[in-house]
C-alpha cells in the first residue's frame, strides 16, 4: 500500500545536540515531499519541501532535509537543536499524478535542556 | 496576507447538534482541504476542493458530514447530528495550483462533542 513512514514516535534529544528525524515513502514515483512542524495547539508550519534539484534542501529554523532515492527516503536534520524545537514533526507526501497531501503519523520531540 | 482562517477556534457542544465548521482560504489558492486531527488516527483527509468543485470525499467518514464551497473565498464543514466521536481538531488548508508549493494551514478549530 502506498504510505508515509515515519519509524520514531518520540524522541528525546539534549539542547545543542544533532538531531535526525527519519521519513520513508512507498509510492511507484518519487513524489512531492514536505516537513512540516506542529506546536502545541497550533496549526502546521512548513519547514522545507523537495520535488527535484539538489536532494539537500534547506529550510526555515535551521532544518534541512536530504532527499535519497534509493532508499525511498527524506530524513530531517538540525546541526544543533534548540528547546524551542520541541515540536510534533510531519512528513507529508503529495503523488505525482494527484494533489491530495499524505501524512505520516509524526515524531514528537522533546529537547532536554 | 492573512493566512487561511479558520472559526471557531474552539467549539463544544452537545450530541445531537448541528456544527458548522468555516475556513477562508488564502485569495488566489486554487485548492482547498479539510483535515482531521486526532491521537488514534492522526491528520486524517476528509475532503478536498479545486476551484470551488469537491474533487474527493472519500475520506468523509459518514453521512453526517458535508462540506460545502460557494464561493473562491469560503468553505464550510458541517456535522449533523454530531457525536462523542467526533471530537477532534479540523484543519482547513489552502494551495495554489503547484502541487510542489506545499499547502498553508489554518490554525485549526478544536471540537467538543459532549
Known amino acids: 500500500a502506498q504510505s508515509v513512514t515515519q519509524p520514531d514516535i518520540h524522541i528525546t534529544v539534549s539542547e545543542g545536540a544533532s538531531l535526525e528525524l527519519r521519513c520513508n515513502y512507498s509510492?511507484?514515483?518519487?513524489?512531492?515531499l514536505f516537513w512540516y512542524v506542529q506546536s502545541p495547539g497550533q496549526g502546521l508550519q512548513l519547514l522545507l519541501k523537495?520535488?527535484?534539484?539538489?536532494?539537500l534542501v534547506q529550510g526555515i529554523k535551521g532544518f534541512e532535509a536530504e532527499f535519497k532515492r534509493s532508499q525511498s527516503s527524506f530524513n530531517l536534520r538540525k546541526p544543533s537543536v534548540h528547546w524551542s524545537d520541541a515540536a510534533e514533526y510531519f512528513c507529508?507526501?503529495?503523488?505525482?499524478?494527484?494533489?491530495?497531501?499524505?501524512f505520516g503519523a509524526g515524531t514528537r520531540l522533546t529537547v532536554k535542556p | 496576507d492573512a493566512g487561511v482562517i479558520q472559526s471557531p477556534r474552539h467549539e463544544v457542544t452537545e450530541m445531537g447538534q448541528e456544527v458548522t465548521l468555516r475556513c477562508k482560504p488564502i485569495?488566489?489558492?486554487?485548492?482547498l482541504f479539510w483535515y482531521r486531527q486526532t491521537m488514534m488516527r492522526g491528520l486524517e483527509l476528509l475532503i478536498y476542493?479545486?476551484?470551488?468543485?469537491?474533487?474527493?470525499d472519500s475520506g468523509m467518514p459518514e453521512d453526517r458530514f458535508s462540506a460545502k464551497m460557494p464561493n473562491a473565498s469560503f468553505s464550510t464543514l458541517k456535522i449533523q447530528p454530531s457525536e462523542p466521536r467526533d471530537s477532534a481538531v479540523y484543519f482547513c488548508a489552502s494551495s495554489p495550483p503547484d502541487r510542489g508549493y506545499g499547502y498553508t494551514f489554518g490554525s485549526g478549530t478544536r471540537l467538543t462533542v459532549v
Open positions: 523537495y520535488f527535484s534539484g539538489d536532494t
Open positions: 507529508a507526501v503529495v503523488r505525482y499524478n494527484n494533489n491530495d497531501m499524505r
Open positions: 509510492y511507484g514515483a518519487t513524489p512531492y
Open positions: 485569495s488566489g489558492h486554487d485548492y
Open positions: 476542493f479545486n476551484n470551488n468543485v469537491p474533487i474527493d
